[in-house]
């Protein structure tokens, strides 16, 4: 519910607010209110507005499987790493940046695996995930494979169908465990 004393305050002023609070704020909301000389209500408020409760990380899983040519290092340099670059991975979907590395999880196998041990060794929250997975590689005609990633960004899009450097896109599949 919108109170009347936003109306008061600009677009750009709400937004400057609520970014703060939600990115930069490690003292509290309540603080921020009061440096900034606005009612504590409002600051929750434009957070609401502008930082939307959605999908959360790990939500859903993202899956590739495939044969990489290439050496262990070789796959993770692709992948990217903590040096502040930009994935090569992620360049390849169109992207700019790094993986978040918390949502996470990729192997390279030394010799290549049966999909389904592969997969059985990802990092899936439920067995339908697993399961919607592996029957995609299976219709794909994967058989064997040195590497799985699985990552848990619900914002992430890549498009269907498309195999970068032997590495088949076999789609993104809800991983939320029922409580």
């Known amino acids: 519910m919108t109170t009347e004393p936003t109306k008061e305050y600009s677009l750009e002023f709400r937004k400057e607010i609520a970014d703060e609070a939600y990115f930069r ?3 509290g909301y ?3 209110a009061k440096r900034r000389g606005i009612p504590n209500e409002l600051v929750w408020q434009w957070v609401e507005e502008f930082h939307p409760k959605g999908p959360q990380p790990n939500d859903v ?4 499987v495939g044969m990489f040519a290439g050496d262990t290092f070789a796959f993770y340099d692709y992948l990217g790493n903590d040096d502040g670059g930009d994935s090569e991975m992620l360049a390849d979907m169109g992207e700019e ?3 978040d590395y918390d949502l996470f999880y990729a192997e390279y196998f030394d010799e290549p695996l049966p999909v389904a041990e ?3 060794d990802a990092t899936f ?3 339908t995930a ?3 997975a592996l029957a ?3 219709a794909l005609g994967i058989e064997w494979v040195n590497v799985v990633i699985c990552y848990g960004d619900p914002f992430l899009v890549v498009p269907e169908g498309t195999v970068f450097r032997g590495l088949h896109y076999l789609g993104v599949y809800p991983d939320r465990p029922q409580r």
């Open 118 to 120: 592969a997969l059985a």
């Open 130 to 132: 697993e399961s919607a």
């Open 25 to 27: 704020t490690t003292d």
């Open 30 to 32: 309540e603080n921020l």
């Open 125 to 127: 929250s439920t067995s």
């Open 136 to 138: 995609q590689a299976v």
């Open 61 to 64: 899983i993202h899956c590739w």
């Open 97 to 99: 940046g790094e993986f």
